[in-house]
């Protein structure tokens, strides 16, 4: 929509002569469990996603994925300079706490390695998760070649009070 396309143009107006260096996504929306899955794709098409836990209701995913590794490419940002950090809560896993439920997904794992596919492999057919060509999905959402992203941050900050151990050295 002509909205969506406003708020693009402004951004890239706003951070135009800003330097990029090294960038991660989907910064804080990991914490209210962010699913990619949901972020690619043709904007209409996307699913709401609850991003603001309770400070709001979901919303739709106007700046996702694609979106985010469009704008580092024009911003001459490398996929290896680039931070994905992923979900580490299973919506599955017993025993966790609201905060920790309220940032689960399903499949997690099976999850976060269809990301990585998506994000990095060939799209020559070769489909190397199985199931679905996370590939050829990429190559279809308009870009064909692999993103190269090498950072994978095992979601955030996992040693803080609340998350899987109150210290670093809890956290394992």
Not at 34 to 42: L, M, N, R, T
Not at 91 to 115: H, K
Not at 159 to 164: K, L, R
Request: charged share 15%; glycine share 12%; with cysteine.
């Amino acid at each position: 929509s002509v909205d969506v396309e406003y708020r693009f143009v402004f951004i890239d107006l706003l951070f135009n002569d800003f330097p990029f260096t090294t960038v991660r996504y989907p910064g804080n929306g990991i914490a209210v469990g962010f699913d990619w899955k949901k972020s690619v794709g043709a904007i209409g098409n996307r699913p709401n996603q609850n991003l603001l836990g309770a400070l709001g209701g979901p919303q739709p995913v106007n700046f996702g994925f694609g979106e985010f590794m469009s704008m580092c490419t024009k911003k001459g940002v490398k996929g290896s300079d680039i931070q994905i950090m992923v979900p580490i809560y299973d919506a599955n896993e017993t025993g966790l706490t609201s905060t920790q439920m309220l940032a689960s997904i399903p499949n997690v794992v099976q999850n976060n390695a269809d990301w990585v596919e998506y994000s990095n492999a060939p799209n020559d057919g070769s489909n190397p998760g199985g199931g679905i060509d996370w590939a050829a999905m990429r190559a279809a959402n308009g870009h064909p070649e692999p993103y190269g992203v090498k950072i994978w941050n095992i979601g955030n900050e996992p040693w803080a009070e609340g998350e899987y151990g109150a210290t670093a050295a809890a956290c394992n």
